[in-house]
């Protein structure tokens, strides 16, 4: 008893206080359709802050800050030669979704090959609220049922946390989304937990981060239309980088450097392997 009265103190103070909040969800998701029993499942964070949210991966994003801080230690030293030997990246789940306050305009940013990209989401959620109701964990939630990105979904919120947000990029019901799963039982989100973020916390745009090259901005038709570009030729960014003389030099165990045109070869070939893997993607209208 405790453990739920601190539990709802502690989330309850976002609403109060205006302080910021981070949600766990655990997603658990089957990307090869011919694989059902492959399921995989990733921690994913919601930061909720005043001015609007940020769904992201807990892995992939820690991942990224050690490379950052790796990258940044090799150039304070004054090497010319950043090593990448050592550095991988966690998650499998790349993207990251803003949603900014009040009006729930939802970003959605993601790496294509060699392009960056912001996505403006314009579309909503029409949601169907029915009287099921069921507890899950710590909270009393109800049912709600709608269509999106090609999957029927069925949420579970509570309107102890009166806020319209939720997973991935699922808001607009009169409460938070405790638990979220498509039809096929294929993806899923379920709340696993919350705590207080640091007073002053504000998470800063993927839009303001620094970076080489400009974002691409696209609505969601012309995006579309990109991703099925990709998975026709992944490795056209590449090629074009090697013909405007940018060269990755790569070297095998023994520190003998690799043929790049072999690399490039090998890394198409594992790249579209894995591509026809994803077939049961969560918006599985991209490949209509």
């Known amino acids: 008893m405790k453990k739920s009265i601190f539990l709802f103190c502690l989330l309850s103070g976002l609403f109060f206080y205006g302080q910021s909040q981070r949600f766990t969800y655990e997603y658990k998701f089957v990307i090869d359709s011919t694989a059902k029993d492959k399921q995989e499942t990733e921690m994913m964070f919601l930061d909720i802050s005043p001015k609007g949210s940020k769904f992201y991966s807990k892995d992939y994003f820690e991942s990224d800050s050690i490379m950052n801080a790796n990258f940044e230690k090799q ?10 030997t050592g550095m991988k990246f966690k998650g499998k789940v790349r993207y990251s979704i803003e949603k900014s306050y009040p009006d729930y305009s939802v970003n959605y940013y993601i790496i294509l090959a060699t ?22 964990g710590e909270f009393s939630t109800q049912k709600a049922t709608c269509e999106f990105a090609g999957r029927k979904w069925t949420a579970w919120f509570t309107t102890d946390l009166p806020i319209q947000d939720g997973p991935y990029k699922f808001h607009g019901l009169p409460g938070l989304i405790v638990k979220l799963e498509d039809a096929s039982n294929s993806h899923s989100f379920e709340l696993k937990g919350a705590k207080k973020l640091p007073a002053g916390y504000e998470w800063q745009s993927v839009k303001d981060k620094e970076r080489y090259d400009p974002l691409i901005i696209v609505n969601e038709n ?11 030729d992944p490795m056209k960014g590449h090629r074009k980088m090697m013909g405007d003389g940018v060269i990755t030099e790569v070297r095998d165990s023994t520190g003998k450097i690799i043929d790049p045109e072999k690399v490039r070869r090998d890394q198409e070939k594992r790249i579209k392997d894995n591509l026809k893997r994803q077939n049961n993607i969560l918006e599985i209208d991209l490949l209509k």
């Open 222 to 232: 012309k995006y579309k239309k990109a991703f099925k570009d990709f998975l026709n």
């Open 115 to 136: 392009d960056e990209y912001q996505v403006q989401d314009g579309r909503t959620q029409n949601w169907k609220i029915l009287p099921n109701k069921a507890k899950i």
């Open 75 to 84: 150039i304070k030293s004054g090497t010319t030669d950043l090593q990448l």
